[in-house]
């Protein structure tokens, strides 16, 4: 059984940058061939799929996110984090880590190739 849980601020300010951190305990992020991945549902939407970093280190964004995301590790804590930058109201959803499996990255829906979750943490961005 692998464990994911997300962590960070629950309120963001407009313009700021937000940063969340899966924490996978008692796994490893640079066991092949999985990656690991954020993905966030805002009120009332579907799944929306952001980006994903490789055990290798490579990383993939989704084309509607890549100017103002970033995704990075930490491998002696087992930790992954996403930045996004520039934030607006229309980025409050509820954000989830989650780890995708397979040799190549899939960018989401229908998520066959993601087995494990957060929970999801709620972002809200307002001032």
């Known amino acids: 059984q692998v464990q994911l849980q997300e962590s960070g601020p629950g309120l963001v300010k407009p313009s700021q940058t937000l940063s969340l951190t899966c924490t996978v305990p008692g796994g490893s992020i640079i066991t092949g061939y999985y990656y690991w991945s954020w993905t966030r549902q805002p009120p009332g939407k579907g799944l929306e799929w952001m980006g994903a970093?490789?055990?290798?280190?490579?990383?993939y964004y989704s084309p509607s996110h890549k100017s103002r995301t970033s995704i990075s590790r930490d491998t002696s804590k087992n930790q992954f984090t996403l930045k996004l930058s520039s934030v607006t109201p229309e980025d409050t959803a509820v954000y989830y880590c989650?780890?995708?499996?397979?040799?190549?990255?899939?960018?989401?829906?229908?998520?066959?190739?993601?087995?494990?979750w957060g929970q999801g943490t709620q972002v809200t961005v307002s001032s």
């Open positions: 970093i490789v055990y290798s280190g490579s990383t």
């Open positions: 989650a780890r995708g499996f397979g040799d190549t990255v899939v960018a989401g829906w229908p998520f066959s190739h993601y087995d494990y």
